[in-house]
């Protein structure tokens, strides 16, 4: 291990060592308070191009889930990894209070550190993690850079991704379980592979699309926006893409990015959350039963509540700082949600509301 530091845009320096690859990194420094599932988080879409930060104190205890002859993802029949959100490491860089250097567990192929190098992935550890989370929780998230001795300087503007969706949508239509009788277009602002596994196993096909497909050259029984990174608002295309789809009045349903696009494609408005909601503890109560539910997130953007039009209603509210954590069109089959019912490694306490939403797509499908 080399000495390392990681330093915030507004000049606070955390010194530490460095695992992973040798080399410096830069991003948005932002926090999640999970205490397991730390190959899911690297592996999110919606963390493309940040610095995470983990405020469960050791991180690698049980390594990676890899084939460990090959150090590669294991996939299920449909190609989809097991264990992984995506295909590759989404962070630009990890920061951990203590690295575990020699995990153990039966599912290890590889250690955190020796994952991390092979994908090229900088990390620090040794420092004091929860500081840096209250810090960052005053402060909001800000730009910082992974600096490790003896390797070329970064900037703070060299980790800036001006449109992390379209780096992680993929860029051509995919199919998965062909010949299903129901049939649901994704549109893929960055899906996490636990989507796909969701709708899989409730025997149905999924058309994955690229974020800015035109959907009115295809036909299908519902639709699902998916998750993804950065400010929905850039997303022009899926959004003019989800308008149009309103006037089919065909199911649709959405997952995070995807709930802001739907709110911005209705006509209401989002905003930049101080430091976001990430980790696997959020509690959500949805508003007409009052039942409070434990959810996995990661977000940075909400949706304005006062903001909604007539025909929209919030169906669920953050019971920590009451933000909008889902809408729905009071009458129409359209509805979304700010949270992962999908949630892996979890909790997954809402993925009825998948079933929800399958429900009112065959619903339509048989009348």
């Known amino acids: ?29 932002v926090f999640s308070t999970g205490m397991a599932g730390y190959p899911q988080s690297l592996t999110d879409p919606s963390f493309c191009g940040q610095i995470l930060v983990l405020t469960y104190p050791l991180i690698g205890n049980y390594g990676v889930p890899l084939d460990p002859k090959t150090m590669q993802p294991l996939r299920d029949e449909s190609g989809i990894p097991l264990h992984f959100e995506s295909d590759r490491v989404q962070v630009a860089g990890f920061v951990v209070s203590e690295a575990c250097q020699e ?5 290890s192929g590889a250690s ?46 060299s980790g800036l991704i001006l449109h992390p969706v379209e780096r992680v949508s993929g860029k051509e239509i995919t199919i998965y379980n062909r010949g299903a009788n129901t049939r649901i277009a994704l549109i893929d602002c960055g899906a996490k592979a636990n989507i796909l596994r969701c709708l899989i196993s409730r025997n149905v ?6 974020w800015d497909f035109d959907i009115r050259t295809i036909e299908y029984d519902g639709l699902f926006l998916s998750n993804g990174p950065g400010d929905p608002k850039s997303c022009s295309k899926t959004i003019a893409a ?43 109560v949805e508003s007409n039963t009052k039942r409070c539910f434990i959810t996995s997130q990661n977000h940075g953007y909400a949706v304005r509540g006062d903001s909604l039009p007539e025909g929209w209603e ?9 933000t909008i954590e889902g ?41």
């Open 112 to 157: 955190l550190g020796a994952w991390l190098n092979k994908n090229d992935i900088p990390g620090i550890c040794g420092i004091d993690t929860r500081a840096l989370t209250m810090h960052l929780r005053e402060q909001g998230v800000m730009k910082g850079m992974i600096h490790v001795a003896g390797t070329k300087e970064v900037s703070f503007e």
């Open 314 to 322: 919030p169906w669920f509210v953050n019971a920590n700082d009451g």
């Open 327 to 367: 809408i729905r069109a009071t009458n129409a089959p359209f509805s979304a949600v700010q949270f992962h019912p999908e949630g892996c490694p979890g909790p997954r306490d809402t993925e009825f509301l998948i079933d929800r939403f399958l429900e009112q797509v065959r619903t339509q499908a048989d009348s």
């Open 1 to 29: 291990m080399k000495e390392a530091v990681l330093i915030l845009e507004d000049g606070l320096r955390y010194y530490g060592c460095s695992f992973g690859s040798l080399r410096s990194t830069a991003g948005e420094v």
């Open 103 to 107: 995990p153990s567990h039966f599912s």
């Open 242 to 284: 989800v308008r149009h789809a309103f006037t089919k009045g065909k199911a649709i349903f959405g997952i995070c990015l995807g709930h802001q696009i739907m709110a911005l494609a209705a006509g209401a408005d989002t905003y930049k959350l101080l430091y976001g909601h990430r980790g696997q503890n959020q509690p959500c």
């Open 205 to 210: 096909e999924i058309t994955c699309l690229p």
